[in-house]
Each structure stands twice: as structure tokens, then as C-alpha cells.
């Protein structure tokens, strides 16, 4: 989580003290490093002309108002994951109990829209990628089924085939999926054999459905016939993939990895409408972009120029082009095209 740096006058009540406040003229400490900021905390720090405040920027806390039981039950559930899908480079078969105990604890704590999107969005280390990638996958194809209407059964399905659908890289050699450089053909072809595998690892497995298996054997599937590994076109791939490979292209792109750096999801949004028009379900990405839009209203952002704004306002026909609150200037970046989000502060 980055730091704000700001004077006490734009500090609001609420705030997260980010670093401990130290008095230049005495060396005590005025306030310390988490204090939540009250209006006669703000007050009290303005008698000592507090100059450079640190406050949390884009908690999950601030924008989503994720509770704190929400957050614990999250990383409770990446441990879970992390073991079962470890345990799967190890030789050993899919942990159905373990899966089943994170499908009961997401439906039970985490199964907000909000809190989906706070978890999705808080910023983990290069090495919880792996784990944090495929609970993500999980939780935002609900989201997806949500708006779609889907039925609650339809729900628990989709989740659990976000969870498995990259059970299978486990199989594949590590070094290929980590290389930092571009794959050459070979090395392409071993990375796609993932789908595959983790098909393989749950075909037989009783009580998973056979929509579920379908939707992890075709999440790489593209609606235009380019993707793997049966090159299916359009309806001929299963619901589940098409809604898949959605959620599994947009959490890949904001996320930090060994050889790219996160995107906004700004950007995000952008080249998944321009790229993904055609090799995406349309009418299932129109309906994700949209609905996912309205959950980046209030939250930061550094802009080209250095400067950090609020986002106030996403445009419906420019979803990637928000209006952007800066001190008590607004910028319609829809109409300052020289004016871009580098960096969305969390």
C-alpha cells in the first residue's frame, strides 16, 4: 500500500495516519502510524503547524469499506488454496475438501460485490500471484454471473471452476510460466498445455460438475477460434469459458507479474474493449466493463503530470476516461486527451 503525502489542511476525518507524525521542534511523537483521524485529532495536530502528513491512500477500508473479518477469511482462503494447489506440483490429487471449505467460506463472508472488489484490488506481493490469481478468477466470474442473473447454483459452480482453472500450471514447468523474456513456439506450446492439465486433474473427480470441468478446460478459448486448445468458436464454448476468460484476462492485467508491471484498471478497461472485442464474448464484456466501472468512483489516481486526483465520475460511453478531481480543479479526461492515469494509488 503506497503513502499520501499531504499537509494537515487536506487531511479528512477518517484518514489513516500512513507514518508516525514527529514534531521538528520537540522530536515527539504527535500521532502514530495507524490512528484513524478524527476532526479534533485534525484540529490538535493544526496547533503544531504539522506540515508533511502520511495517510493510507485507497484502503480497502476507504474506497470498498471492506470489514475486517472480510479481510482475514480472504487471506484464510489464499492459504487454503496456496496448500492445495502446492500440493499438486507435488504429485498428489485435487484436496475436494479443501476446495469446498474455501467455495463455503467465500459464500458465507466474502460474497459482496464491495468486498469482491476490495480483495481483487488490493495490491500482493510477485509471489502471491499464483494463489491470489485464482481465488480473484473465482470471485469476479460470480460478480460476472451476478449481473448476468444467474442462479445461485450456477454461482457456486462458477466459482469453483475459477478456482481450478489454472490447477493444471502446476503440471507445466515452472521456469517457462516464470520466464521473463518472450516465449519462443516450443515454450508456448508447453504453457498451453495448462488448460489441458488441469481438465485432466478434475475429470474424474465426483461432484464437480461437468460444466464446471468444461469452463476450466475452456477458459482459453476465444470466441473468434484463436484460442486453445480446441480452437472453438463462439457458443461453441461453454457459458463458464467465455465468462472465464473475462475474469481471467482482467485480473492477469492488474496484477503485478514476474515479467510485467500491474496496469490501472483504466487501462485495463481500454484495451480489453479494443482488443478483446473480438476474441471475448461481447455482450459479456460490455456487461462486466460497465458494472465494474462504477466501483473505481472515489478512489486515487496519479495522473501524467504528477498530479493525485479523485476519480468523480466514469463517463458510459468512455468508461476509461473518467473525470478526475484535482484539489478544486476537475479534468474531463474524455476532453484532455494529453492527460492520462499512470497509476492507480492503493
Not at 502514530?32 to 480497502?60: A, P
Amino acid at each position: 500500500m503506497k503513502d499520501k503525502k499531504v499537509t494537515i489542511y487536506e487531511c479528512n476525518a477518517g484518514d489513516i495516519i500512513a507514518r508516525n507524525v514527529i514534531d521538528i521542534r520537540s522530536g515527539i511523537t504527535l500521532c502514530q502510524e495507524g490512528h484513524v483521524l478524527t476532526e479534533q485529532s485534525i484540529e490538535w495536530l493544526k496547533r503544531f503547524m504539522c506540515s508533511d502528513i502520511y495517510i493510507e491512500s485507497n484502503t480497502w477500508d476507504k474506497v470498498w469499506h471492506i470489514p475486517a473479518e472480510s479481510k482475514v477469511s480472504y487471506e484464510q482462503d489464499k492459504e487454503k488454496l496456496q496448500k492445495t494447489l502446492s500440493a499438486i506440483g507435488l504429485g498428489e490429487e485435487i484436496d475436494k475438501e479443501a476446495v469446498e471449505e474455501i467455495k463455503t467460506t467465500f459464500f458465507t463472508k466474502l460474497n459482496s460485490n464491495s468486498t469482491i472488489m476490495g480483495c481483487v484490488n488490493v495490491v500482493k506481493t510477485l509471489d502471491e500471484y499464483t494463489y491470489t490469481h485464482s481465488l480473484n478468477v473465482g470471485m469476479l466470474s460470480v460478480l460476472i454471473g451476478k449481473w448476468m442473473g444467474l442462479k445461485e447454483e450456477q454461482l457456486e459452480e462458477l466459482f469453483l471452476a475459477g478456482v481450478l482453472h489454472d490447477a493444471g500450471k502446476y503440471k507445466v514447468n515452472q521456469n517457462v510460466l516464470n520466464k521473463k523474456g518472450e516465449l519462443n513456439s516450443l515454450e508456448y506450446l508447453i504453457v498451453k498445455r495448462h488448460a489441458t492439465e488441469s481438465y485432466n486433474l478434475i475429470k474424474d473427480v465426483d461432484g464437480i460438475s461437468n460444466a464446471v470441468k468444461e469452463g476450466v478446460l475452456s477458459h482459453h478459448e476465444r470466441i473468434d477460434g484463436t484460442g486453445y486448445p480446441r480452437e472453438l468458436k463462439g457458443d461453441e464454448i461453454h457459458l463458464y469459458g467465455r465468462i472465464l476468460a473475462i475474469a481471467d484476462t482482467y485480473d492477469a492485467m492488474i496484477s503485478e507479474r514476474v515479467y510485467k508491471t500491474r496496469q490501472t484498471p483504466f487501462e485495463v478497461m481500454e484495451k480489453m474493449l479494443s482488443e478483446g472485442i473480438d476474441k471475448l464474448d461481447t455482450q459479456i464484456l460490455l456487461l462486466f466493463l460497465k458494472n465494474m466501472a462504477d466501483y473505481y468512483i472515489g478512489v486515487q489516481v496519479t495522473l501524467n503530470t504528477g498530479e493525485v486526483g479523485e476519480v468523480v465520475f466514469m463517463h458510459p460511453h468512455c468508461i476509461y476516461r473518467p473525470i478526475i478531481k484535482v484539489a478544486e480543479t476537475y479534468y474531463d479526461l474524455d476532453r484532455r486527451t494529453d492527460l492520462e492515469i499512470v497509476e492507480m494509488i492503493s
